[in-house]
């Protein structure tokens, strides 16, 4: 039992490890008062992100009618959300997808916005790997491992 | 956490410190409000800007410091960033995920006293509350300067010299004024208790009347001050209201110009007593300030200004367009020595605008009118007096001077001063009714986005559009924004939804002009629909969701909050519990 947690737990910490420093912020958040702070608050980004990516699919839908203000605001508020939660990745194409969308680079921004996509969904099925691997701790008996990201 | 907070704030500031997020960005606003927690602060959140107003202008003591992103689809934060400082002096601290300098200094040249960037590290917010202290203090020394007047514990009575607010210092008196004199002594020995001038209506059209009576060139604060002959005023006081004043005209005076010809039309239908009102006579003197009739006979060279300033706020709808267009124009100019170019009926905007003194008679009726019938002492819709203070925010409606105590500096509340807030009430509705008819058919700007609390009042015709002066009702309740969920941290779609649709439709009546948001507002629209959303999610997803979604649910069902019917795997994005969507989008 306790190879399994510690196993587990080594685990858990690979996974954070991995991720940006800003989420393991996120994660000091969370306390007892707000247990579920962090699965709240990725859950919002995430739909965000879904919203965001929608919409500007829309707008750079049809190419001799794109509207790039409207992918601009979008993309920078995923900019804005995805660093405050965490999404590294996510953020990074942001910055290069505000480039394009500065040169109106209607290409350049269908290109970003799928690898926008793309990245959310992988840090969504990442995150859900690391709230089932604390889920399967807490059962097992073990403690979440705090680790700090330098 | 709230009211224990406030308990035990009293003397541990910055602890229980109130703090009023705004940030359209849920995702941002959460992290945000967490935060804010952490630091002890008391939080409120909302995700329109618009809300946010009515919440200060609710209570103007209820907060102590606004937190506010710059990019909002409904309202521009620099915007918002204004209306704040001017209406309700509080200190805003701008958020946004621009690190572009020139943001910067955007929200530092319109007031901000911070500028932080997304993400918001909960260092830098730890130490927010500096610009509560600072600003208070400020103020504190402010209107000590002129006159070390004993204002001991006078909140009831006219203070202080800027804050028209005085949101700070007077929630800090009433909660704590022992801690609040402690700390002036510590910040600054020399400066006494700092009394606040209140700028009530009363007040106000007494300004007005001395600044009509000096001529808007020539008018000088200690002139004002002099004619104003109130107790317990400073010439600092004075000055400094003055430059608001000024400030105020600037900024409706660069406002819309279709809505003002429209609305001085109606404001010209309405009132009634016009007649009668012109005979009136102006009395000459200066010592006749005092009482209402002399108020009020005092605003007559200061119509348009006064009514139609007020009336006409929010999108500088009426009048005072061109104040800002033409430097001569108004009261505010720069120059006073312009003896004898100031002359009522040329100088002020709205007769430049209508060729005429079209206007100038027209607050009168209006006033008098009311001073007749007035009950209603506390608020006083003064005419002039609801310019005045709405004017620091063009979305005028609740006039900073909110506090329904009317406070006179000695001046009997006479019942002709007093004006029946009632009355006020119903004629503005008509007006703004007949207004609102005039504006709708104004072809819509492309993509407004700023709401301004005048397009409240025209959505609702009625209700909603109280008096500025009448703190009991604040004015802007958004037609649309009927849902209190939207104040609160919405975290919902369906409040957005609420919300959005009102939001395009102030677009069409407002005539400001910010393209950026527009756009975002329609799709924000589209996208906040919980079917538009539903449907973009299932068509991004469809790959994405169906395999996994067995097994995981399992998995996360147990331990996670849940929200949807496992079988709504197609709704999963929209549940906000825990992980609702997390599970179902995997």
Not at chain 2, 19 to 32: E, G
Not at chain 2, 158 to 168: F, I, M, T, Y
């Amino acid at each position: 039992m306790n190879t399994v947690v510690a196993q587990l737990q080594r685990q858990f910490q690979d996974y954070l490890v991995s991720l940006y420093q800003q989420f393991t912020e996120l994660r000091k958040l969370q306390d007892e008062g707000t247990p579920d702070f962090v699965a709240e608050v990725v859950s919002l980004f995430f739909d965000d992100c879904s919203k965001l990516i929608n919409t500007m699919s829309r707008s750079l839908e049809r190419p001799e009618n794109v509207d790039f203000k409207q992918v601009d605001s979008g993309v920078h508020q995923l900019k804005g959300s995805s660093s405050s939660v965490g999404a590294r990745r996510v953020k990074n194409v942001c910055i290069s997808f505000k480039e394009c969308c500065d040169v109106q680079n209607r290409e350049g921004c269908l290109r970003c916005l799928q690898q926008v996509d793309y990245e959310y969904k992988m840090l969504k099925t990442k995150l859900q790997d690391l709230f089932n691997l604390e889920q399967r701790i807490l059962q097992a008996g073990g403690m979440i491992p705090q680790v700090n990201i330098s | 956490m709230t009211v224990e907070q406030d308990c035990v704030a009293l003397d541990q500031f910055p602890v229980g410190m109130r703090v009023l997020a705004v940030d359209d960005d849920q995702t941002c606003l959460r992290i945000l409000e967490s935060l804010l927690h952490r630091c002890q602060y008391h939080v409120t959140t909302t995700n329109q800007a618009q809300k946010a107003l009515e919440l200060l202008r609710e209570n103007k003591n209820k907060f102590d410091l606004v937190i506010s992103d710059v990019d909002m689809p409904d309202m521009d934060g620099f915007k918002l960033l204004e209306l704040v400082g001017l209406e309700m002096d509080l200190p805003v601290i701008m958020l946004s995920a621009h690190s572009d300098p020139k943001y910067v200094m955007k929200g530092v040249t319109h007031g901000a006293c911070d500028y932080l960037l997304k993400p918001v590290r909960i260092e830098e917010l730890k130490n927010i509350w500096q610009h509560v202290v600072r600003s208070r203090f400020d103020k504190n020394r402010g209107s000590n300067n002129g006159d070390k007047k004993d204002g001991s514990g006078n909140e009831g009575v006219a203070n202080s010299d800027q804050n028209n607010g005085r949101a700070n210092r007077k929630r800090k008196d009433q909660y704590n004024e022992d801690e609040d004199e402690e700390r002036d002594d510590n910040d600054d020995p020399s400066s006494q208790k700092k009394p606040r001038v209140v700028w009530t209506v009363e007040l106000h059209k007494k300004f007005v009347a001395a600044v009509n009576q000096l001529g808007f060139e020539k008018a000088m604060p200690k002139k004002i001050l002099d004619l104003m002959n109130v107790e317990k005023l400073t010439r600092e006081n004075v000055a400094s209201h003055l430059q608001k004043f000024r400030l105020y005209l600037k900024r409706i005076s660069g406002n819309q110009q279709a809505i003002m010809a429209n609305s001085d039309l109606h404001f010209l239908q309405m009132s009634n007593g016009l007649d009668g009102f012109h005979h009136r006579p102006i009395p000459a003197g200066s010592g006749q300030f005092h009482g209402g009739a002399a108020a009020a006979a005092g605003m007559r060279p200061f119509p348009p200004n006064g009514i139609l300033g007020r009336l006409n706020t929010p999108s500088g709808i009426g009048g005072v367009r061109s104040l800002s267009s033409s430097p001569s124009s108004g009261m505010f100019l720069q120059n006073p020595t312009d003896l004898g170019k100031f002359h009522h009926v040329s100088s002020l905007p709205l007769n430049h605008i209508d060729g005429g003194n079209i206007l100038q008679g027209l607050p009168m009726p209006l006033e008098f009118d009311q001073l007749q019938t007035n009950n209603n002492k506390s608020i006083i819709p003064g005419n002039s007096m609801a310019a005045f203070p709405s004017f620091p925010s063009t979305q005028q409606s609740s006039l900073p001077n909110n506090n329904s105590h009317l406070v006179l500096q000695g001046h009997p509340q006479a019942s002709p001063s007093a004006f029946p807030g009632h009355q006020i009430n119903k004629r503005l509705e008509h007006w703004s009714n007949a207004v609102s008819s005039s504006s709708s058919t104004l072809p819509p700007p492309p993509a407004q986005n700023s709401n301004s609390i005048m397009s409240h009042q025209f959505d609702d015709g009625s209700s909603s559009y109280s008096i500025p002066f009448c703190d009991s009702t604040i004015p802007l309740a958004p037609a649309m924004d009927t849902n209190p969920r939207a104040f609160y941290r919405t975290t919902d779609l369906d409040s957005n939804a609420n919300v959005q649709p009102g939001g395009v439709y102030y677009d069409s009546l407002q005539m400001r002009q910010s393209g950026n948001y527009g756009p975002t507002t329609d799709a924000l629209l589209s996208s906040n629909a919980k079917e538009g959303f539903i449907v973009g999610q299932q068509k991004l997803q469809s790959g994405f969701m169906g395999a996994e979604a067995g097994s995981l649910d399992d998995i996360v069902n147990s331990t996670m909050k849940q929200e949807q019917s496992q079988g709504d795997l197609s709704e999963g994005d929209l549940g906000y519990g825990g992980f609702s969507s997390l599970r179902t989008c995997l």
